[in-house]
């Protein structure tokens, strides 16, 4: 006859205050009048004496299990503890155990009796429940009693208040199965002393922007458990006989089409199971309600974190070996039968959205969860929106747009150079924003667009906007029929030039080597002053061939990537780096390469701006990146400030980071006729090369006058030093907090030290990492 049991019952938990033996968790006695004691953590086994002693309790076992003790005794009478004259060595000492300060005497508690006839021949959940309601919890234990055969669990109640009603709540909930709760309550906390709650949204792996929360105070009561013996209480009080166990939490579910893990336990060599578990989240919850198991049909397709748990069948695996928060003792859990489950976290950190919980851009749509929910619970819920992708029409590689957006201010002496080339290896159209120029960029541009080699747009970011103006312009240029039109697309810089190294240097070429792809990034080669200090007008390209190794990690701007990507609407907007806000529906229609032509992994597909030694890459394609130029020119640079940090300074510190001269590298070089055809014929124009020669005599001037100030000519000095000069060609034996503090760190004595040995690294002490 179906019969439900809601059941409360209490630990016997105390704060001891006694050297040694701070808390005690439970005392637990057992049929064959065994007590069982099981002490929490920082608990020594050397505070007790194991040798028999008079009117005391003989001591079967001491065990330390992860920083806790746990003692078997029989007899009448309390357990005995060491005193301060007991060392290291004696009977009761465990290995690496202190005995200072222990004051001896007894130690006295009253049992709680054993109760495993509660859960005898039972399948069992054994789980931790904090704020979860009481229809959360029933809606758990429903589904795996009716799907697995699930008729018992102890739920250890986390919460310090329980709702009123909780229980007749539950009961009415579980009407008609057969089916027994203990719900096992604690007069103190459980969690980690300093820990904030484990259901707070900052607990949530993978909440975007936790670096900007302010972490909370911390909740013992919430926080995760800390009490390593908590599994073993329970074992030894309500589960010893019963047939199978699995530790989960009353937010997880076991996956539907698994094969039946109580079973699975029983038949098992050695009675242990693993269970591996899948972060799930709902797509939205519907009206003000709680979330239920049925919300949940997502999962993120790029996760890589998940929850380890495990199942036993207690007299097979044996009782003396001890249930750990994720393992059973001397159990590999990578080497046992694994069970895959779902943890449900709109219902583990309650009353938070989803964007909350997880980037929404990672989100797909799981066929599995979405099974369950209208199967299993019987619920409509919110499903995924799905989006139609831009149709991209089949198009030869000769007749493919390309098309770059940028950003400028007061650029105009290298503007033409860069258009020239740009032009010349295969783009077809320049979308182009200007702020605050005075050298002549902006009219220079207009005259290029009225010519039709380009697009010109005033930046519409203002000063005080929150938005910088790159982002400001990006975000206007989504708009842009251009950008519609555009086959491909790309975020760059006037510094930057992009280099092919296939064939006859041309997009054409690099977009058949791509075939199907959708998407290359060409990680940046950082390219110094190459010991040009006059500003000369001429090609950048040529002057400047010295650069940073392919292979340096540090500083963290070395190893940037921009990426051109295929206009099909993968991705919902521009980014500085990559396209982003991706429609995660789609995140396997990606096929994402690196410079050499190999596939980029799904770690980066949402978020990733910088190359790896798994993913950097420079046969097919890199970004020559001449950040600095002369130094002269940086000297304007310098002042104009920046486009997207406008707040931060271009100095010394900046100068070490993106000034390389390390290694050469004249591969660009190869283009420099095609190059230099384009430049003639657009400089053939007349308008053009006055406008050209305009620029170049405002920059010249700036230049002139910025070196009659005391303050420029120190930093031109300093620029221009040996000490600086040796610095830019060995970035790469400094580690990231030298760039992050900048090169006055630096000793002379390793600066300008020319046989230094090839092992050679130099750092210091910090935190952070220098801004990008």
């Known amino acids: 006859?179906?019969?439900v049991q809601v059941l409360r019952r209490s630990l016997g938990?105390?704060?001891?205050?006694?050297?040694?033996?701070?808390?005690?968790?439970?005392?637990?006695?057992?049929?064959?009048?065994?007590?069982?004691?099981?002490?929490?953590?920082?608990?020594?086994?050397?505070?007790?004496?194991?040798?028999?002693t008079v009117g005391c309790a003989v001591i079967e076992a001491i065990a330390e299990v992860a920083g806790a003790v746990m003692i078997t005794a029989h007899g009448v009478g309390p357990l005995a503890l060491a005193d301060a004259?007991?060392?290291?060595?004696?009977?009761?000492?465990?290995?690496g155990s202190a005995t200072s300060?222990?004051?001896?005497?007894?130690?006295?508690?009253?049992?709680?009796?054993?109760?495993?006839?509660?859960?005898?021949g039972r399948n069992c959940l054994l789980s931790s429940r904090i704020d979860e309601t009481a229809a959360q919890v029933a809606e758990g234990l429903v589904y795996h009693a009716r799907k697995f055969g699930a008729n018992g669990a102890v739920i250890i109640n986390r919460a310090q208040n329980t709702d009123p009603g909780f229980d007749d709540e539950l009961a009415k909930a579980l009407n008609g199965l057969d089916f027994t709760v203990v719900l096992l309550d604690s007069p103190l906390p459980l969690g980690r002393p300093n820990d904030i709650a484990q259901n707070h949204l900052y607990q949530a792996p993978a909440a975007p922007g936790k670096a900007r929360m302010q972490k909370p105070e911390p909740d013992r009561w919430r926080a995760a458990l800390g009490e390593p013996l908590i599994y073993e209480v329970a074992k030894w009080r309500f589960l010893s006989e019963a047939r199978a166990v699995l530790a989960l939490d009353v937010s997880d579910i076991v996956a539907r089409d698994a094969v039946n893990p109580f079973d699975l336990c029983t038949t098992t060599e050695g009675g242990c199971i693993a269970l591996s578990g899948m972060l799930t989240y709902p797509w939205r919850v519907k009206g003000n309600k709680g979330a239920g198991f049925g919300?949940?049909?997502?999962?993120?397709f790029d996760a890589i974190r998940g929850v380890t748990r495990w199942g036993v069948a207690p007299r097979?695996?044996?009782?003396?070996?001890?249930?750990?928060?994720?393992?059973?003792?001397d159990a590999h859990m990578a080497t046992l039968p694994m069970v895959p489950f779902y943890r449900a976290m709109a219902i583990r950190v309650s009353g938070e959205s989803t964007a909350k919980l997880v980037p929404k851009?990672?989100?797909?749509?799981?066929a599995r969860l979405l099974a369950i929910a209208t199967e299993a619970f019987q619920h409509n819920p919110v499903r995924v929106p799905v989006t139609e992708l831009k149709s991209v029409a089949e198009k030869s590689p000769q007749n493919l747009r390309t098309m770059i957006v940028t950003t400028m201010k007061n650029e105009g002496p290298f503007l033409l150079e860069w258009i020239a080339y740009h032009r010349a290896i295969g783009v077809s159209d320049f979308l182009v924003y200007t702020n605050d120029c005075t050298d002549g960029t902006d009219t220079f541009l207009q005259l290029l667009q009225a010519k039709g080699i380009c697009e010109h747009r005033a930046n519409p970011w203002k000063a005080g906007d929150v938005t910088n103006p790159q982002y400001s312009a990006l975000q206007a240029s989504e708009s842009e029929p251009i950008m519609q039109n555009a086959d491909w697309s790309i975020c760059m810089d006037c510094d930057e030039f992009i280099n092919i190294k296939l064939g006859d240097g041309t997009l054409q070429t690099l977009y058949a080597a791509m075939g199907e792809a959708n998407m290359i990034s060409m990680t940046w080669r950082l390219f110094g002053d190459s010991g040009v200090v006059d500003y000369e007008d001429k090609p950048i390209i040529a002057q400047f061939d010295r650069c940073a190794p392919e292979i340096i990690r540090k500083p963290h701007q070395a190893w940037g990537f921009k990426t051109l990507f295929r206009n099909n609407d993968i991705f919902r907007k521009f980014g500085v780096h990559r396209p982003k806000g991706l429609q995660p529906e789609h995140w396997d229609q990606i096929k994402w390469l690196n410079g050499s032509g190999r596939p980029m992994p799904q770690s980066v597909l949402r978020n990733g701006w910088r190359s790896t030694l798994a993913t950097y890459g420079y046969d097919w394609v890199q970004l020559n990146h001449y950040a600095v130029r002369s130094v002269e020119s940086f000297l304007v640079k310098r002042d104009r400030g920046r486009v997207n940090h406008v707040d931060r300074d271009q100095g010394s510190n900046y100068w070490f980071r993106m000034s390389h001269n390390q290694d050469r590298d004249t591969s660009i070089q190869n283009r420099l006729p095609m190059f230099q055809a384009e430049m003639d014929r657009l400089l053939a124009d007349p308008d053009i090369r006055a406008a050209h020669q305009h620029s170049v005599g405002k920059h010249r001037e700036k230049i002139g006058g910025l070196l009659t100030q005391d303050a420029q000519k120190a930093f031109y000095a300093e620029l221009t030093s040996e000490r600086m000069r040796r610095l830019c060609q060995m970035q790469n034996v400094f580690g990231s907090a030298v760039f992050a503090l900048g090169p006055d760190v630096i000793p002379d004595a390793v600066a300008l030290d020319r046989n230094l040995p090839a092992d050679f690294f130099f750092t210091v002490e910090h935190e952070g990492e220098a801004s990008h």
């Open 1 to 3: 006859m179906a019969e």
């Open 13 to 52: 938990v105390r704060d001891c205050d006694l050297a040694g033996v701070p808390r005690l968790l439970d005392c637990v006695e057992t049929a064959d009048e065994r007590r069982r004691y099981f002490f929490g953590a920082g608990s020594q086994a050397a505070a007790f004496l194991a040798q028999a």
């Open 85 to 95: 004259e007991v060392g290291i060595g004696d009977g009761a000492a465990a290995e």
């Open 101 to 120: 300060g222990f004051a001896g005497g007894t130690f006295d508690a009253t049992p709680s009796r054993a109760e495993p006839d509660l859960f005898s």
């Open 295 to 300: 919300d949940h049909i997502c999962r993120q």
């Open 316 to 329: 097979k695996a044996g009782l003396p070996r001890a249930w750990r928060m994720i393992r059973i003792a």
């Open 361 to 366: 851009t990672s989100l797909i749509e799981d």
